[in-house]
């Protein structure tokens, strides 16, 4: 079957384009690229898209490159598709950077292309990886360490930006795309870096693969049917996974909770993919978090592990354990380990008070003349005024902090009272506790009163207190 039938067929089969589409072909001057750019021509002509071409020269080898800016610019020219083309410094780019050459590249290759598709209203950005390319990535990926998602190799289309990259020579070989720039007379460059074993690809295409393939000849098709099918599982775990986030995540710009049970109730394989498909969508820079990293997060939910943990995820995400939940949330330049102390006054007959940097506010009543109100929850409390001494704080817990609860026997410790309510590590810092003015702790809202200024139906002062918290 003719190349460009089947780059049709392929199109169709996997949505890579629609009708009356604008696509941004990059075109290296490669073989690849320029069959592609030929094909797509073709159907430009027909008026199934409209096609521009986007080449660009990196620098790297001067008088090649500048060759093969021309061999492109005068075949696009020859078939009539508008050709943008840009010149790059990118030695000095990398030193600026202290990128690698290949990370340096694709950065200012993908930035160029995207700026294309903004200046001509494009939808698509079509890419001329072939199947050889994909058994090459396949292999590196094995050999380097992956999962499902590495082992399907490169998708036939995904969205960047907001703009689709298409592969419409995936399933393509490269002695088939050869023939067929012979056939019709188009014109391409050999680039004489793809002979340099200093790039690992090139060391898998020339040395690995040739010496693997003698023990199965048809190892490249191998690992090209491994991505597909490794790609299709793997789409349809992601739809799961989606799923999944929808039901069992609660969330907001910079969080995500899980209940512990829920996640541990998941396969383990969707145990991971759910946890990293929270890292991304509060982090873009994920891919250097690791499978150990992922894993570690994963057992943390476990019924036995501690029920108060955390770590440094990586992409300046962090991971807690908060007693029955998992929460991971965004760490800013601001958050710290440092506690930020605070202290408030409260004098007599003053009505409220709110903490600021948090939720918690206070209403304080005062009733006179024998008026009695009982508190309804842990976080409303009744004391006899006239036995305090003002003004009354509000503050954060210091280290050492005691109350004597009542109903005991002495004091106890308000981080030993916080760890048997399980109020989660990162909030007791900025958990606030009611004192007097002689430093006696009155009330820890939410969790117990102390024994001092009760009130008795005697009690003729009251200070009736209702708080409002996180």
Known sequence: ???????????????????????????????????????????????????????????????????????????????????????????????????????AAREKRYAFLHEIVRKHGASRIALAHHADDQAETVLMRIIRGTGLTGLAGMLSKRTEKNVELIRPLLRMKKSDLLRYCEAYDIPFCTDSSNKERYYFRNTIRLDILPFLSKYNPQLSHSLQRLADVAGAEDEWMERQTLDLFAQLVRKSPDECTVRCDDLSGLHVALQRRLIKLILSYLSTETEKISFDQIETMRLAAAAHMPGNWRMDAGASVRCTREYDLLRWHRIHQADSDEKIEYSYKVDREQGSLSIAGSCWTFEFDWLADGELKRPASRYEACFDAARLAYPLVVRNRRPGDRIHVLGLNGSKKVQDMFVDEKIAPPIRHRYPLLFDAEGRLLWIPGIRRSSHALTDPHTKDVLFIKALGE
């Open 1 to 103: 079957m003719d190349l460009l039938h089947e780059l049709e067929r392929e199109g169709a089969e996997r949505g890579l384009w629609e009708a009356g589409d604008r696509i941004v072909a990059a075109v290296s001057g490669g073989p690849d690229s320029m069959a592609m750019l030929h094909m797509l021509a073709a159907l430009a002509r027909e008026g199934k898209i409209s096609l521009i071409a986007a080449h660009v020269n990196h620098g790297f080898r001067v008088e090649e490159s500048a060759q093969e800016l021309e061999v492109v610019r005068a075949y696009a020219q020859r078939l009539n598709v508008p050709c943008e083309t840009i010149i790059l410094d990118l030695p000095s780019y990398i030193e600026e950077t202290r990128l690698n050459s290949q990370a």
